[in-house]
């Protein structure tokens, strides 16, 4: 396995999906208009408070998750597990990640945070890894009608080449979700490198 596909697949076991159902993006935001600084103290208030995105999408992903899968590369497969504790912090507005378990004979750590930027209607996400320096950004989209969170980002590999990457986590139910990464290689061909399923933990 290859450095940048290493780094790709580990930030890849950290991405998860987002519950809830019924939920559709807001229509793109009109163009700003002039505001006194009185009006932009309330309206950055009203998008600091945690919306209806946050309560119902945002709060379901809290709990622990116990994830297995594997990396796919041109030597073949590797299998992956480890366990994901997610909590709700900051009154809501986000999920704290912690993730851990064996990788290729060692032991591998991650963590970030999963949001919803009231502003951009977007999912948003921010993760470090024991196989990094760098941090792993990534913004994300939902479809309630297949219950599928797309986040698309980027990476720059050991060779300086910068390349896409999407994610794709789809909840089959409450207490399961599959989880799918893509890279477009140097060719411009997208080609599946990780799956993971997740099961909540129950006490």
Known sequence: ??????????????????????????????????MSEGE?????????????VHKDVLAPMAGTWSATGKAITGMGE???????????????????????????????????????DNQSKTFQQAWVMTMATSMDVMTGTWDA??????????MKGPDGVTYAKRTTTCFKDADTMVSESFATGPDGKERKEMEMTYKRSKK
Do not use: C, N
């Open 40 to 52: 932009m103290w309330a309206k950055a208030a009203e998008l600091a408070t945690p919306s209806a």
């Open 1 to 34: 396995m290859t450095t940048r596909l290493t780094t790709l697949v580990l930030a890849a076991i950290l991405v998860l999906a987002v519950a809830g159902s019924g939920f559709t993006e807001d229509k793109p935001a009109e163009k700003p208009q002039p």
């Open 145 to 154: 009608k297949t219950k599928t969170i797309t986040w698309r980002g980027s």
């Open 78 to 116: 590797i299998p992956i597990s480890g366990t994901a504790v997610q909590t709700l912090v900051m009154g809501g507005r986000f999920i704290h990640v912690a993730y851990e378990g064996p990788f290729m004979g060692g032991k591998f750590e991650g963590g970030g945070y999963i949001g919803y």
